[in-house]
Each structure stands twice: as C-alpha cells, then as structure tokens.
C-alpha cells in the first residue's frame, strides 16, 4: 500500500474516533497532559498531538487569576508558514465539544497578547475572536480541515469560538 493511501485511512480512522463521545470525555485530560509532557522533554520542538494536527504552546495570562497559564492546542495555519515565523494561524475553542468553552478562550479574551510555541521558536503574538462573515468563510475552512469540529459543533449549544493569532507587530 502506497504510504499517502495509509495515511489517510490513519487519518480518517483518527477522525471517526475523535468524533466520538467517549474521545469527548477522555481527551481533554489526557491529550493536554502529554503533549505537555512531550513539549517539555523536547524542549519544545515536538507536540505529540501535532503528529495528526498542527499544534501550538499557548501561553497567556489568566483572566481571573493573572497567571500565565500553558495550553497545548491545534491549530490550523494560514499563509506562508514554510517561512519562519510567518502566516498566522486559527485556533478552534473546539473543546473537544463539550458544553463550555474552554478557559483558554476566556483568557484570551481578556488578555489577547500572547505568546505561542511553534515548531521550537516561541513567538509574540495577537488574538483575535472572530465574528460574523469572517468567522463564517474561517469555519468553513476549519471544516474542510479537520471535518470532526462539525460533529463537535453539532453537539453543543455555543458557538465554537475562532481565533485568529498573528505575530505581534506584523
């Protein structure tokens, strides 16, 4: 079998499973605490989730308690990202669609300058939620991206939240 043809049944066997309510409880504890992990031994060149995704480090400061809090997150890049540092990118308060949005959403909100870890280099960056038409034309990419975000959706009340992050002063 040709490796792309086995990477994408890989690839869409990880998307049926994510898609489940069982990967719904389980995940938010589990995937987080090892890509943490990972992060940290590899000093941050490797997310063991980004094997699937791309994924991000998210630090920012809390909104209630100021504290810098760390958030390994998927993500899906925009633009030129083969260049260092480049593009941007958007970041779905998916939370593996439970009912609430994830702290990190509410974070960012209240403190959009952040900083992010991407693939080793840490980067300045600036949040923004997006809204309307915007977030519209934004969803359906994030769609044709990784298709189990609508199965997410489908299954709550809110609206997933989009972020697009971009390297502070670009």
């Not at 890049?77 to 994830?102: C, M, V, Y």
């Not at 080793?120 to 038409?133: F, K, S, Y």
């Not at 990419?141 to 390297?167: G, K, S």
């Amino acid at each position: 079998m040709a490796p792309g043809i086995r990477s994408r049944a890989v690839v869409r066997s990880v998307q049926k499973v994510s898609s489940t309510r069982a990967f719904a409880r389980v995940a938010p504890h589990l995937v987080p605490a090892l890509d943490r992990a990972v992060h940290r031994l590899t000093r941050g060149k490797v997310l063991l989730s980004a094997q699937l995704l791309p994924g991000i480090v998210l630090t920012v400061r809390g909104a209630r308690s100021g504290l810098e809090r760390r958030t390994p997150l998927a993500c899906m890049p925009e633009g030129a990202q083969g260049q260092k540092g480049a593009g941007s990118w958007i970041l779905i308060g998916s939370n593996f669609g439970r009912t609430d949005h994830p702290a990190w959403t509410a974070n960012l909100l209240a403190h959009p300058d952040a900083v992010i870890s991407w693939q080793g280099e840490d980067i300045p960056v600036t949040a923004r939620l997006l809204e309307g038409q915007e977030r519209d034309a934004v969803w359906k990419a994030v769609l044709a991206f990784w298709p189990p975000y609508a199965t997410y959706q489908a299954r709550i009340d809110r609206e997933i939240r989009l972020f697009r992050i971009v390297r502070r002063g670009a």
